[in-house]
């Protein structure tokens, strides 16, 4: 087994938000979320503590046999008691993320998706797997035009996004890490046998964008630029198509495992 992984900050700086690791039993991957201002008032310790906590937590449940779902809920459990004396974990701009994880064990690989992070298995004389949840993009892309022409940071811009922020786990929503364990009912689990698998990663919505918000390749196409590139170039080709295009940028994060 042989893991690469690749992370780029999508702000000049601004710190990465994103987190990603792996162990023997598995990888998790941490997609942050920021972007308002003020957050700092709510979480003295900010998004990045949160990331890393959670993605600490996750990476130490993995070796056990507890299934997935459950692993998430404790963990969020977890970091939620670290911080809750003394930040407001329930306010609606308090740190969350989107997560991705990958277990092997026992014949098997394992995962989960809860928000905007994706999983891509590829498998032997098959198409690719692919696990995402995109009721978070699709609620997501119904504020891009409302937010076009107001000026970031403004208090438009900030009620705006406060609106997006409150359809989170809540029903007709989208779900995330956050506070709240029982958010872990909503996450997209399953499972396959690993003879089928050849390649397995996760990736921050930054670096998928490659293929579901750019549709320069399809899936299939990203694996192979990853067998042949790796991470690193699939997050070159994201920044430059950005940069082109003039496209707001987000942190990119990439576990591969090949």
Known sequence: MRVTMATDAGHAGRTNEDFAGAVASGMVLVDGAGGITGVEKVCRHGVTWYATRLGGALLGGLSGDRSLRDVLAE????????????????????????????????????????????????????????AHDPREVVIARSFEARLKGVAEGSDEYRRLLLELRGRRNSPGGFWVAKDDPHVVDEAVCGSCPADEVTTAVLLSNGASRLVDTFGRTDW???????????????????????????????????????
């Open 75 to 130: 963990s969020i459990e977890r970091v939620t008691d670290q911080h809750r004396d003394t930040c407001d974990v329930t306010h609606p701009i308090s740190p969350f993320a989107a997560v991705a994880m990958l277990r092997f064990s026992d014949g098997l690989i394992e995962h989960l998706v809860l928000g905007d992070a994706v999983v891509l298995v590829g498998r032997a004389g098959a198409a690719p797997f692919v």
């Open 220 to 258: 299939a196409g990203l694996l192979h630029l990853l067998e042949t590139g790796g991470p690193d170039e699939v997050i070159r080709r994201v920044r430059e198509i950005e940069a082109r295009d003039g496209v707001a940028t987000d942190d990119a994060t990439i576990v591969f495992r090949s």
